[in-house]
Nanobody
Framework: VQLQASGGGSAQPGGSLRLSCAVS??????IGWFRQAPGKQVEGVGC????????HYVDSVKGRFALSRAEAKNTVYLQMNDLKPEDTAVYFC??????????????????????WGKGTQVTVSS
């Protein structure tokens, strides 16, 4: 099983970036996005349920970030708009072979996901 996250980079405050996460070797139930800022713990960003396209976001990104399904199988996009300096972090996508629900508890418990991809750096600064 492999997860490939891509699309990171630099943006100015108020700018946008789009990340993608492609899962191979597994048909996931949910794909979650997490991030880790320097000196901080991993925190949840949002999750996408593959079967019904249900999404959940943490409060700090609601209304600014959006998850959507890509045309490629088992690939989701994380569209990040109105970026803020506090969004600067390494972003990871993760999944699990079991039917983990896309729900608030997943965002507060990253260890609920067993399979992680390499992170992609997002830097927001002027």
């Amino acid at each position: 099983v492999q997860l490939q996250a891509s699309g990171g980079g630099s943006a100015q405050p108020g700018g946008s970036l789009r990340l993608s996460c492609a899962v191979s070797g597994l048909d996931p139930y949910v794909i979650g996005w997490f991030r880790q800022a320097p000196g901080k713990q991993v925190e949840g960003v949002g999750c996408f349920s593959i079967s019904d396209s249900k999404t959940h976001y943490v409060d700090s990104v609601k209304g600014r970030f959006a998850l959507s399904r890509a045309e490629a199988k088992n690939t989701v996009y994380l569209q990040m708009n109105d970026l803020k300096p506090e969004d600067t972090a390494v972003y990871f996508c993760a999944t699990d072979p079991s039917p983990v629900p896309c729900a608030p508890i997943l965002m507060t418990n990253p260890r609920g996901m067993d399979i992680w991809g390499k992170g992609t750096q997002v830097t927001v600064s002027s």
